[in-house]
T-cell receptor
Framework: GAGVSQSPRYKVAKRGQDVALRCDPI?????LFWYQQALGQGPEFLTY????????KSGLPSDRFFAERPEGSVSTLKIQRTQQEDSAVYLC??????????????FGAGSRLTVL | RKEVEQDPGPFNVPEGATVAFNCTYS??????FFWYRQDCRKEPKLLMS???SGNEDGRFTAQLNRASQYISLLIRDSKLSDSATYLC????????????FGQGTELSVKP
C-alpha cells in the first residue's frame, strides 16, 4: 500500500481482556518496528522484525506482549490480560532497508488502546 | 538517565520568532540522527536527517555536535503551522536499525 496501515485505530478493552493490533507495512519494506507512545512521551521501542524474523524484542514490557510477522509482511502485536498501564498509542513503522544508513522510518497512524 | 533527552516544553513563541531545540544522547556509538515532527494525535513524520556538517532545509537548520553528544534544531521565522511536537531520534550503532526517541518538545506558535 501507499503507507503503513494500522487497525483498529481505537480500541477500548476491559482490564484482563486480550487485544490484537494489526500493522500492514509499506509493500516491500523489509524492516518493521513496533513502538509504544504514552501521553506526553516519545515513542518507546518495543520490537523489531527483519522480514519474518524477530531480531529484537528487548522493549516488550512483559511476557503479556507478543508480536509476530509470520510471512514477512503483516504484523500483529498481541497483548494478553491487558492492564491499565497498557493504555497508550501503539505505533508501527516500516523501512525499506534493514540496518543503519538508509533507515528512514515511515509510521502508521497508530492504534490507540484504552484499558478500563 | 534516558538514552535520549530533550528540552522540556512547551515552547510558546510569537510568529516570526526564531526557536531552537536541543537534544542530548548518551550512547557515543550512535551513528545517525533525525528530527521528527508529530502533530497532535498524529504519527511522527520525518522532518530532516542530521548530518555531521550540519544541514539546512528552508527555515530549518539541524546541527550535530558529536564531541558533546547533542543535536539541535533551529527554526527561523516561525509560522503558526510549525506548532507541533518535535522529536529527536538517534540510531545506535549495530542495533538493527531501531531508532531511540526523545520525549519530544512541544512548540506552540502564536499570532
Amino acid at each position: 500500500g501507499a503507507g503503513v496501515s494500522q487497525s483498529p485505530r481505537y480500541k477500548v478493552a476491559k482490564r484482563g481482556q486480550d487485544v490484537a493490533l494489526r500493522c500492514d507495512p509499506i509493500s516491500g519494506h523489509v524492516s518493521l518496528f513496533w513502538y509504544q507512545q504514552a501521553l506526553g512521551q516519545g515513542p518507546e521501542f518495543l520490537t523489531y522484525f527483519q522480514n519474518e524474523a524477530q531480531l529484537d524484542k528487548s522493549g516488550l514490557p512483559s511476557d503479556r506482549f507478543f508480536a509476530e510477522r509470520p510471512e514477512g509482511s503483516v504484523s500483529t502485536l498481541k497483548i494478553q490480560r491487558t492492564q491499565q498501564e497498557d493504555s497508550a498509542v501503539y505505533l508501527c513503522a516500516s523501512s525499506l532497508h534493514p540496518g543503519p544508513g538508509a533507515n528512514v522510518l515511515t509510521f502508521g497512524a497508530g492504534s490507540r488502546l484504552t484499558v478500563l | 538517565r534516558k538514552e535520549v533527552e530533550q528540552d522540556p516544553g512547551p515552547f510558546n513563541v510569537p510568529e516570526g520568532a526564531t526557536v531552537a531545540f536541543n537534544c542530548t544522547y548518551s550512547n557515543s556509538a550512535s551513528q545517525s540522527f533525525f528530527w521528527y515532527r508529530q502533530d497532535c494525535r498524529k504519527e511522527p513524520k520525518l522532518l530532516m536527517s542530521v548530518y555531521s556538517s550540519g544541514n539546512e532545509d528552508g527555515r530549518f537548520t539541524a546541527q550535530l555536535n558529536r564531541a558533546s553528544q547533542y543535536i539541535s534544531l533551529l527554526i527561523r521565522d516561525s509560522k503558526l503551522s510549525d506548532s507541533a511536537t518535535y522529536l529527536c531520534a538517534v540510531l545506535p550503532y549495530n542495533q538493527g536499525g531501531k531508532l531511540i526517541f526523545g520525549q519530544g518538545t512541544e512548540l506552540s506558535v502564536k499570532p
